[in-house]
């Protein structure tokens, strides 16, 4: 059974950062290129950041330079350190493998970046 847990999220002020933490379980970790995704209220659910097996990574303009994604091959473990935090970085974070079909969601961690 494919399951990925997130956490890590909460409330922070702009400019503060948050290091979020994904188990995943139930899948080949070490085969897959992981990405995380977010979703803010009202819009689709988007790609931020990914990884490849071998570490090589992609992130999205509004996010270079800001956010790290890094991952465990050992503990199947997938992490986004958020650094620089603004008010747009607010949304629900995912992760999940980096395919247009990617397998089912977890709950999700919450942001909210505000004063």
């Known amino acids: 059974q494919v399951q990925f847990v997130e956490s890590g999220g909460g409330l922070v002020q702009p400019g503060g950062s948050l290091r979020l933490s994904c188990a995943a379980s139930g899948i080949l970790f070490s085969f897959y290129s992981m990405g995380w995704y977010r979703q803010a209220p009202g819009e689709q659910r988007k790609l931020v950041a990914t990884?490849?097996?071998?570490?090589?990574?992609n992130y999205t303009d509004s996010v270079k330079g800001r956010f790290t994604i890094s991952r465990d091959n050992v503990k199947h473990w997938v992490y986004l350190q958020m650094n620089s935090l603004k008010p747009e970085d607010t949304a629900v974070y995912y992760c999940?493998?980096?395919?247009?079909?990617?397998?089912?969601w977890g709950q999700g961690t919450q942001v909210t970046v505000s004063s």
């Open positions: 990884i490849s097996p071998s570490g090589n990574t």
């Open positions: 999940n493998i980096d395919r247009t079909d990617p397998f089912d």
